[in-house]
C-alpha cells in the first residue's frame, strides 16, 4: 500500500503550492524605474498598493537635470553639479 506522500497527485499539490508561494512573495516587491536621458534624469517608484509614484529631488522637482561632477573626493549631480560647472567654466 502506497502512502500518501509518495502518490504523484500529492507531489503535483505541492509544487504548485510552492510556485504560488514564490509568486505571492514575489509580489510584494518594489520596483523603480530610471530614464537617463540627455538632458533630464527622471524616476519612478511602484510599491505594492501604490500604483505608480515619482520620484522627487531634494528640491521637490519631478526631474534633475543630467549632469556629474567631482570636485575634489566629492561626487556632485544634477543641479549641484551644473552650478559647479558654471562656477568654474573655462573661457577662451
Request: glycine share 4%.
Amino acid at each position: 500500500m502506497r502512502s500518501l506522500f509518495h502518490s504523484k497527485s500529492f507531489h503535483i499539490q505541492i509544487s504548485v503550492i510552492l510556485v504560488l508561494s514564490c509568486l505571492i512573495h514575489l509580489s510584494l516587491a518594489a520596483v523603480l524605474a530610471i530614464d537617463y536621458g540627455t538632458e533630464w534624469t527622471k524616476a519612478a517608484l511602484v510599491k505594492p498598493g501604490i500604483p505608480l509614484q515619482i520620484v522627487l529631488t531634494k528640491d521637490s522637482k519631478r526631474k534633475e537635470q543630467s549632469v556629474v561632477a567631482f570636485k575634489k573626493q566629492e561626487r556632485l549631480y544634477g543641479v549641484d553639479a551644473f552650478n559647479l560647472v558654471a562656477l568654474f567654466s573655462v573661457r577662451n
